[in-house]
């Protein structure tokens, strides 16, 4: 049962408690030593960390408080292959995890006392051996591929969630932080939220774990015997909040956006083993449905596009004149997508049943050469230009996060999907079948 809302959530925090993540590596006949290990994390931090945390980080390793264990694959468990391709593994992630001879355990353990270091230490760890052994990094407890992608970006003295934190959907119309135990918070969760919405929703999850981490981080600065946090029941949260401006956070708004919202956090505490989370729920006054909630307060952040007069929506159902044949080609998918393109259209001019939610697919120019395919949940259409939110995790354009309102134009878009309130799905012609999940 949940405990009442009226009170605040307080966590006490150990000072030391260890960070790990492995990095999966493809040595050859010549395996490093432990000092070679130690060389390529130093030659790592001098070359792409600045001062005066460069120093820092070096100091960090010499103090032993980062260790590197180097072990052939095979002699510690498995990793969690079906849970690492239902969280989305790009195809280079498991081609290096596929590849690698050996496994390197960093463990950082922050002191009790002195620079809170451990999670940059980690992260320039975990880098400088991937990037420097063309492996990839693993977070077994998150049962996540870290994308290789962002192996270049830079490391700072203040954890950003993006580099610990992950959203999923453990179940359809549910969505939850996954990572915030490293920093001895509690995960946040949002449940029976429409399907459609879940994409935008990774905007206020994962601000609401950059504060949650500031908080416990300013609070083992403290010199309290048994740090706490307090986490009040009911919260204002504010994209312009001093942890999100530090962590450089980024979130695309709308001009209309108030950029703040009150948000009610639920502490609930499932059976053993199962750890206790925090849940949103609408605050107390909000006239409306708990959905209503949900939109109002992600129009309050984000804003929302200003609708043009529309007819009303009919009643007719949604059909399509050729149904999808999986053992189609991309290009051949390709072809049929834009043939329906024109009636799509038309469809969606005239309106939705209830529930129901159009996807396009864009191809996105990469510096690698190589497009990256991703959805877009469709909301407006007009003259010619879509616009909607991103719908799927970037893993190459770094530039872009899921959620961000994007606009098109109707050449660009690859294939199209709709998703209806029952999750069936019509569409899709480029993608087989379990290629379809859109929300990591």
């Known amino acids: 049962m949940p405990t009442s809302v009226r009170q605040p959530v307080r966590v006490r925090l150990a000072r030391e408690m260890p960070i ?59 990793p969690p292959l079906d849970e690492l391709r239902r969280a989305r593994t790009g195809p280079e992630e498991e081609k290096r995890l596929v590849a690698a001879t050996h496994e390197i355990v960093v463990t950082s353990v922050e002191p009790a006392a002195g620079p809170r270091l451990g999670f940059a230490a980690l992260l320039a760890a975990t880098r400088a051996f991937a990037s420097g052994y063309h492996g990839v990094v693993m977070d077994r407890d998150q049962a996540w591929l870290v994308p290789v992608a962002s192996y270049r970006d830079a490391v700072g003295p203040v954890p950003r969630a993006r580099d610990f934190v992950t959203v999923f959907s453990p179940r359809r119309g549910h969505l939850s932080t996954s990572g915030l135990r490293k920093f001895q918070m509690p995960e946040v969760r949002v449940e029976d939220a429409p399907q459609n919405m879940l994409p935008a929703l990774h905007v206020p999850l994962m601000a609401l774990a950059q504060i949650l981490i500031h908080r416990a981080r300013k609070a083992l600065g403290t010199d309290a015997a048994v740090p706490e946090v307090a986490i009040p029941a009911e919260m204002l949260l504010d994209l312009r909040h001093e942890a999100l401006q530090r962590a450089r956070f980024e979130a695309v708004t709308m001009p209309n956006a108030k950029r703040t919202t009150v948000l009610l956090l639920e502490q609930i505490r499932p059976p053993v083993p199962a750890m206790p989370y925090l849940r949103l729920v609408s605050p107390e006054g909000f006239r409306g449905t708990h959905a209503e909630w949900l939109r109002a307060m992600l129009d309050d952040l984000q804003g929302r596009e200003e609708p043009k007069p529309e007819p009303p929506p009919s009643p007719e159902p949604v059909v399509a004149t050729k149904p999808p044949v999986k053992s189609l080609s991309g290009e051949e998918g390709h072809r049929i997508a834009m043939e329906e393109l024109p009636g799509l259209k038309e469809r969606f001019k005239r309106g939705w049943p209830r529930g129901h939610q159009l996807y396009v697919r864009r191809a996105y120019p990469t510096r690698e050469g190589r497009p990256e395919m991703m959805w877009i949940a469709v909301s407006g259409w007009h003259d010619g230009m879509l616009r909607g939110q991103l719908a799927s995790v970037p893993r190459v354009r770094k530039d872009l996060v899921i959620g961000q309102t994007l606009q098109m134009q109707e050449e660009d878009v690859y294939d199209w999907l709709i998703r209806m309130e029952d999750g069936t799905e019509i569409g899709g012609f480029t993608v087989q079948a379990e290629e379809r999940r859109l929300v990591r």
């Open 20 to 78: 790990v993540r492995s990095v999966w590596v493809p040595f050859g006949p010549t395996i490093p030593a432990d000092f070679q290990l130690e060389r390529a994390y130093s030659d790592w931090v001098e070359r792409h960390v600045e001062e005066p945390l460069r120093t820092s980080l070096q100091g960090f390793l010499s103090d032993g408080h980062l260790r590197f264990e180097l072990h052939p694959v095979g002699t510690l468990p498995a």
